[in-house]
Nanobody
Framework: QVQLVESGGGLVQAGGSLRLSCAASGRTFSRYTMGWFRQAPGKEREFVAAIDWSGDTAYYADSVKGRFTISKDNAKNTLYLQMNNLKPEDTAVYYC?????????????????WGQGTQVTVSS
C-alpha cells in the first residue's frame, strides 16, 4: 500500500504559479503510476495530468496543456505538479492518486490510492 500527502496549495492571483507536491510512503514508489485530479465545488472530480511509473511519459487534460507540468522523482518518493499561468477556472481541490502499473491512466476509477487534497484558489 501507499499513503499520499499533498502540499503546496494556496491563494494566487491569475497569471501566477504554484507547485504542488505529493509525498508518498513506502519503498515501492517507483512501481506506481500516478496522476493529479481536481474537484471544484458542485462538480465531479476531473483528470488533470498523469505520468507513467518511470516518469518519462506524461499526459495532460486539454484545459491545462502547456501550462501545467507533472513530474515524478522516484528517489524522493514525490510527485509534483508545476502550475503556471493560473486562471480562476483552475480553482479547485487538487488530489494526487496512485496505482500499481507501468503506463499512465486518466480515469478516477483506475486509481486505488488517493491523498486528502490541497486547495488551490486563483483570484481574478
Amino acid at each position: 500500500q501507499v499513503q499520499l500527502v499533498e502540499s503546496g496549495g494556496g491563494l494566487v492571483q491569475a497569471g501566477g504559479s504554484l507547485r504542488l507536491s505529493c509525498a508518498a510512503s513506502g519503498r515501492t514508489f517507483s512501481r506506481y503510476t500516478m496522476g493529479w485530479f481536481r474537484q471544484a465545488p458542485g462538480k465531479e472530480r476531473e483528470f488533470v495530468a498523469a505520468i507513467d511509473w518511470s516518469g518519462d511519459t506524461a499526459y495532460y487534460a486539454d484545459s491545462v496543456k502547456g501550462r501545467f507540468t507533472i513530474s515524478k522523482d522516484n528517489a524522493k518518493n514525490t510527485l509534483y505538479l508545476q502550475m503556471n499561468n493560473l486562471k480562476p477556472e483552475d480553482t479547485a481541490v487538487y488530489y494526487c492518486a496512485a496505482r500499481l502499473g507501468f503506463y499512465y491512466y486518466t480515469s478516477v476509477n483506475e486509481y486505488n490510492y488517493w491523498g486528502q487534497g490541497t486547495q488551490v484558489t486563483v483570484s481574478s
